[in-house]
């Protein structure tokens, strides 16, 4: 039987922080594919003393990886990719799941991951997983490059199951609040261009971030990590209110500039 392989595609801006745990957890995949955007920290020399494949894209004004995501898929060799961020590990388990997937007949093309994430640099619990879409089969796969796309995968796609034992990526992200903050701007920035033509009021700012709060907080079980599950929660609400703020801003920016 014709062996099946996977490989490990990671895209990189000054990610020295945790990129050396993240290849170990990934050294036993076919291929890693470092897919850099013009690093300054020891991100590229750390890639290449692992043996990994490394590739540029140009950094230019992108403020977030998406616009190098097909570029980053392409330069792989194998016929399944894993994306991995940079702060993510992957779990044996994990790995073994999936080579598992592929190997069965009429299996499914694409699987979204769960996720295990951090808030205040603990380990977070809920009713809910964080699911990813990250593991699927190159051919005919389109990634938007639009911040928080997913990728267009041709053909079927399932979710793995949250209750197999450590079946997941482990994000290792502190999220601490400075962080945050600093990445709510530059998210919410980009989270406009994708909602061009919105007709959002005083509704929308009321209405959406109450929701998100209450849909993270009950509803995906922030309750049970106590004060900090409070604090995320009132911060994914406070991330809906900035985005429907900032397309309020910029249609009256273009109306007073049309005047």
Known sequence: MEKKEISVVI???????????????????DEVVICDMESTDHTVEIAQRAGCKVVTFPKKNHTC????????????????????????????????YLYQHINKPNCAKGLYIPRQNRFMNTPKKG???????????????????????????????????????NVQLIHLAENYLADMLEKCNRYTTNEVLKKQGKNYGVGALLFRPFWRFFKSYFMNGEIRNGVTGFIDSVMTGFYQFIV????????????????
Do not use: C
């Not at 895209?11 to 170990?24: C, G, I, P, W």
């Not at 997983?129 to 639009?146: A, H, N």
């Open 11 to 29: 895209n990189t801006y000054n990610a020295e922080k945790f990129l050396q745990r993240v290849l170990d957890s990934v050294k036993d995949f």
């Open 65 to 96: 990886v998406e616009p190098a995501r097909n570029f980053a898929l392409q330069s792989a060799k194998s016929p399944w990719l894993l994306v991995v961020d940079a702060d993510e590990l992957v779990t044996p388990e994990l790995r073994t």
């Open 127 to 165: 009713f809910s997983k964080d699911y990813q879409l990250r593991f699927f089969i190159r051919e005919g796969t389109f990634w938007p490059p639009l911040i928080h796309a997913i990728p267009q995968v041709q053909g079927k796609v399932e979710y793995i199951d949250k209750h197999l034992y």
């Open 244 to 259: 429907v703020a900032k397309i309020i801003e910029a249609k009256i920016k273009k109306q007073t500039e049309d005047e």
